[in-house]
């Protein structure tokens, strides 16, 4: 099993650069107001240290089985002893002592709890970082990945690099060939823009994760809670895995740390750049969320950047499965589009709130739907307040509303998620959030907005020709 340690010094001591002898570590531009740790520090906060420095276990070991106990055992009488008792963490509390902490104090702790039982999930993308923090703790650090057998060309070359960078072997973990093989043969090799991405993701990603945490006790992950909309606004710090299981099987056996939760992605990259940090070259093609080849695109100006993602389907629960414990809703509509918000959030504000913008009623945009001649025409946007993707475009639409008044373009909003779905699909054409219409004066029937360019200039290009 390919190993990714470090030999590098502990956190309080030295960091040898890897280009340059005079490198200093009280230079390194961190995340945060982290200061170097003492040890003492460490083992003084309540933190229970409980780590193997023994053999690496593989990511795919199963807990060891004791076959020396027999059945006569079962007979013999032995005095009544007290049990140990354990102390169990508290990581919820852990997780509070934490929110303040910068990335590279998270990771420390992480590593010097777990050891040789903890990994870092790396998927290619911006969320190398987390192994650059691991590099600067000094401490061992393993390394692992999904290799679905769908990534871009670009990711498997940064995979190389990454691996050269750091002196390191990325642990790859792949899918099970026969449960691909029936699912290709079955449904073909694009099936999942005919039916959500679950089932596909399930096989290539899901189950192959299981296996690989199954031999450990935590891993860290790049989950950030800027990153996807109604999923990942509430991740700790460090928690208790809601989803899986760790070497010692059953529940709460697997911690998960997410270091980066609290940090911008903005202030990921300001590192990234400063450290002089390798990333994917697919970033400087406009790709920011990073996934399998089919399921991955460009994000637009005034996109959110996980609407690079699984992009055919509707929805705010844009996971793959992988942290399919931050989904807390239970009320989804699990169609044939993926799985979609049912009745959107009774306490998220609503938005494209100006005197700029009309706001449509049931009535008020079936009557519209209704006319075959107009005294004006319409821009309409068919939304959902809690949708990121609308909300990334709230800015250019309600600037595009300002510059409209007084030209004879009436700009409106209806919002179509909730019992106002199922008639938004059927009657004005909504596929996804947010749904951009444009009702002619002289035409009943309205005109959807092709492109996902929601610029003020796109839009406005696209008002221009229509009226």
């Not at 990581?91 to 420390?108: F, G, M, Q, W």
């Not at 460009?298 to 959110?304: C, D, I, K, M, R």
């Not at 950047?305 to 807390?328: P, V």
């Amino acid at each position: 099993m390919a190993l990714a340690v470090t030999s590098s010094n502990a956190i309080t001591g030295s960091f040898p650069s890897r280009s340059n002898p005079s490198y200093e570590p009280s230079k390194v531009l961190q995340l945060g107001n982290f200061q170097p740790l003492d040890r003492r520090d460490l083992s003084s906060t309540g933190v229970n240290v409980s780590r193997r420095r023994g053999e690496v276990r593989p990511l795919h070991a199963e807990p060891k089985k004791n076959n020396s106990m027999v059945p006569a055992a079962a007979t013999i009488v032995a005095p009544e002893v007290e049990a140990e008792k354990v102390e169990v963490e508290d990581y919820e509390r852990l997780a509070k002592n934490l929110e303040n902490a910068s990335p590279l104090e998270v990771i420390d702790k992480a590593l010097e709890k777990f050891g040789n039982d903890i990994a870092i999930a790396f998927s290619g993308a911006e969320d190398v970082a987390l192994i650059e923090y691991a590099h600067l703790t000094g401490r061992p650090y393993r390394v692992f990945s999904l290799d679905t057998g769908r990534l871009n060309p670009e990711t498997y070359k940064f995979f190389d690099t990454v691996e050269k960078h750091y002196g390191i072997r990325i642990e790859y973990m792949f899918p099970d060939a026969v449960e691909v093989q029936a699912l290709v043969r079955s449904k073909g090799l694009f099936s999942f823009y005919e039916d959500g991405h679950q089932e596909c993701c399930r096989v290539r990603k899901v189950r192959p994760l299981r296996r690989a945490l199954k031999g450990l006790r935590a891993w860290i992950t790049g989950q950030r809670k800027d990153q996807s909309p109604g999923t990942r606004s509430e991740i700790p710090v460090v928690q208790v895995d809601p989803s899986f299981e760790g070497l010692d099987g059953g529940a709460g056996s697997l911690v998960k740390w997410n270091p980066v939760a609290n940090v911008e992605g903005t202030d990921i990259w300001n590192f990234l750049r400063a450290m002089n940090v390798p990333v994917n070259t697919l970033h400087a093609q406009g790709y920011i969320s990073i996934g399998c080849e089919p399921c991955t695109r460009p994000v637009l100006p005034g996109q959110h950047e996980r609407e690079g993602r699984w992009w055919w389907e509707d929805a705010t629960a844009k996971e793959c499965g992988l942290h399919k414990g931050n989904i807390k809703d239970e009320n989804v509509n699990g169609t044939g589009n993926g799985a979609v918000h049912a009745n959107g959030s009774a306490t998220e504000p609503d938005i494209f709130t100006t005197q700029s913008v009309v706001t449509l009623s049931r009535p008020g945009i079936e009557n519209l739907v209704k006319m075959e001649e107009r005294k004006e025409p319409w821009l309409v946007v068919l939304y959902a307040p809690w949708c990121r993707f609308c909300q990334a475009m709230e800015g250019s639409y309600v600037e595009l509303a300002a510059k409209l008044e007084g030209s004879g373009v009436k700009v409106g909003k209806f919002r179509a998620d909730g019992d106002q779905k199922s008639f938004a699909e059927q009657e004005l054409q909504l596929g996804s959030f947010p749904t951009i219409l444009f009702f002619p004066k002289h035409s009943s029937r309205p005109i959807k907005y092709p492109s996902e360019k929601r610029d003020v200039d796109s839009l406005m290009a696209f008002v221009n020709a229509l009226r």
